[in-house]
């Protein structure tokens, strides 16, 4: 029993020991497609699930201080999104240099309506069709009359992943308009063959073992119940579901947050990579 114990202690030690690795190859990461600038990476998700939180953990976790350029905070209960627009983030290494992919953030879904023009806004987003500094409207989606509608896009322009962004403590609560919502463009998408990957956040305020040692996240049977649920729900296998703490009130960052969060950036990068090697969406 004890060295059952201590197997998976060991275990659970080093895949939190991979950090220097991930970082490596993520910042060696280069785009084999001289159509593409930059890859695209876009996230999607309920309004305060921690879309903005995640950009400003991955730009953290590169640069090995807290960083803070998404607007990020508390619309609980507010019903409406902090985010508003759209913004791309460029995410950048210790030294400076920006990485040769961006993280787009965009307004959250709305959990109770089942209103299909945030579908269509996320969907014209993929595609390329909204530019940069979009302002999101709740009731209506871009339509190709708007200034802000790229009737043309590049390759560039189009997203290359898409990550649904989960709070793992609302994963039980979710209303079913969300997650038809969710697999509605689960289908969608699907069809275009872009890959899919679903970053479960939170976790921490699902778990009380899980908040006071975040190590206990790879063995936390709650975690695992909260991830298969949300494989079945959207759709989204459990090999592309990555639980993560964000940074939302430290101070300083920390290898085990950093691991977490780098390892989703991982799997985002490479399914990403045979994407744009692919070339543009159809
Ligand atoms: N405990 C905890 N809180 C988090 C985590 N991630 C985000 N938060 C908090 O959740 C709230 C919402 O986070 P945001 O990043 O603004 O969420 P969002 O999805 O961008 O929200 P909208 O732009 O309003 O749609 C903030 O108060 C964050 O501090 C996390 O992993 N753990
Ligand atoms: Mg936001």
Redesign the pocket.
């Known amino acids: 029993m004890n060295t059952l114990k201590c197997a998976a202690c060991r275990e659970q030690n080093n895949k939190f020991r991979q950090k220097g690795t991930l970082k490596k190859n993520l910042e060696s990461f280069s785009v084999r497609n001289t159509d593409v600038r930059n890859v695209r990476i876009l996230?999607a998700?309920?309004?305060?699930?921690?879309?903005?939180?995640?950009?400003?953990?991955v730009n953290s976790a590169f640069q090995g201080e807290i960083i803070n350029e998404?607007?990020?905070?508390?619309?609980?209960g507010a019903g409406?999104?902090?985010?508003?627009y759209l913004t791309m983030y460029e995410i950048r290494n210790e030294r400076g240099e920006v990485l040769p992919f961006v993280i787009s953030?965009?307004?959250?879904?709305e959990p109770e309506k089942l209103s299909g023009s945030q579908v269509d806004d996320i969907i014209s987003t993929i595609l390329g069709h909204v530019m940069e500094d979009y302002k999101f409207k709740e009731s209506k989606a871009i339509t190709s009359e708007d200034e802000y509608y790229n009737k043309n896009p590049s390759v560039s322009d189009q997203t290359f992943c898409l990550v649904y962004?989960i709070?793992?403590?609302s994963v039980n609560l979710i209303q079913r308009p969300l997650f038809e919502k969710l697999k509605m463009i689960h289908q969608i998408i699907s069809e275009k063959g872009l890959p899919q990957v679903i970053v479960m956040?939170?976790?921490?305020?699902a778990c009380p073992l899980v908040?006071n040692d975040l190590k206990k996240i790879y063995t936390s049977k709650k975690i695992k119940k909260l991830m298969e649920k949300c494989s079945i729900e959207v759709g989204v296998p459990m090999t592309n579901i990555f639980p993560?703490?964000?940074?939302?009130?430290e101070i300083d960052t920390n290898d085990e947050i950093d691991v977490l969060i780098l390892k989703a950036v991982d799997q985002i990068v490479r399914s990403a990579k045979v994407k744009v090697a692919k070339g543009a969406l159809k």
């Open positions: 996230l998700g309920q309004i305060g699930a921690g879309k903005s939180s995640f950009i400003n953990s998404a607007l990020a905070g508390s619309t609980f409406f999104s902090l985010t508003k953030d965009m307004m959250g879904l962004i709070a793992a403590e956040t939170k976790v921490d305020e908040k993560v703490k964000n940074y939302h009130d």
